[in-house]
């Protein structure tokens, strides 16, 4: 099946700095990727959808100074948060839609980020 | 409204037992359909998808879909303790939005 490989797992940055997250796809080129953020006991939330090779768009409330996000390549992209704050601790998760009608959309297997 | 709806629970059900968790939807375009489990901490993954009415059967999950009343649902036969996490109903929109529900969280009691 599709896989989509995010790195890091877990970050704990200091605040004011910023975090990189990864999400791969492995075995398929994903021409679209999605952003989630979930806080504690609450669902996922769509932040944004990125394109290969075009800006990302942005859901409403998403600050995209703030959650920069590139989609250079079939196979990746990458979210950054910028001059996080200790409010930015979330569970980020990306998926990418795999265009496989049994599969749907896969997910990557989250980043845990605290910022202290 | 939201675009898709869950009871949030929490569902508990004995060992055993027959789990029922249910959806609905806003946007009668939908076609495809999707339930995730998602256990506390990670991310979620799927279990089974829909895209015509009826019922479909995978192992001890079935899902039906009725698109006539906008509802999705997911029944776990012989429910285990390992069952226990937190399910989500996802649709896929025509304008190619994927929504989530927030989710029901399921507890199987031993």
């Known amino acids: 099946g599709a896989v989509v490989s995010q790195h890091p797992s877990r970050v704990i940055c200091k605040s004011g700095t910023s975090v990189k997250i990864e999400c791969r796809s492995l075995?398929?080129?994903?021409?679209?990727m999605f952003w989630y953020r979930q806080f504690p006991k609450q669902s996922l939330m769509l932040m944004a959808t990125?394109?290969?090779?075009?800006?990302?768009?942005?859901e409403q409330g998403v600050e995209k100074d703030k959650f920069l996000i590139n989609h250079a390549s079939l196979t990746l992209s990458t979210l950054t948060v910028t001059s996080a704050h200790p409010e930015d601790s979330s569970f980020y998760i990306c998926?990418?839609?795999?265009?496989?009608?049994?599969?749907?959309?896969?997910f990557g297997s989250g980043t845990r980020l605290t910022v202290v | 409204q939201k675009e898709v709806e869950q009871n949030s629970g929490p569902l508990s059900v004995p060992e055993g037992a027959i789990a029922s968790l249910n959806c609905t939807y806003s946007?009668?375009?939908?076609?495809?359909f999707f339930w995730y489990r998602q256990y506390s901490g990670k991310s979620p993954e799927l279990i089974m998808s829909?895209?015509?009415?009826g019922d479909k059967e995978d192992g001890r999950f079935t899902a039906q879909l009725n698109k006539a009343s906008q509802y999705v649902s997911l029944l776990i036969r012989d429910s285990q303790p390992s069952d226990s996490a937190t399910y989500l109903c996802?649709?896929?929109?025509?304008?190619?939005?994927?929504?989530f529900g927030t989710g029901t969280s399921l507890t199987v009691i031993p």
């Open positions: 998926s990418a839609e795999t265009r496989d009608s049994v599969y749907g959309y896969t």
């Open positions: 075995d398929f080129q994903a021409t679209t």
């Open positions: 990125s394109n290969e090779g075009s800006k990302a768009t942005y």
């Open positions: 946007d009668r375009g939908s076609q495809s």
């Open positions: 829909i895209y015509s009415n």
């Open positions: 996802a649709v896929d929109s025509p304008g190619n939005q994927f929504y």
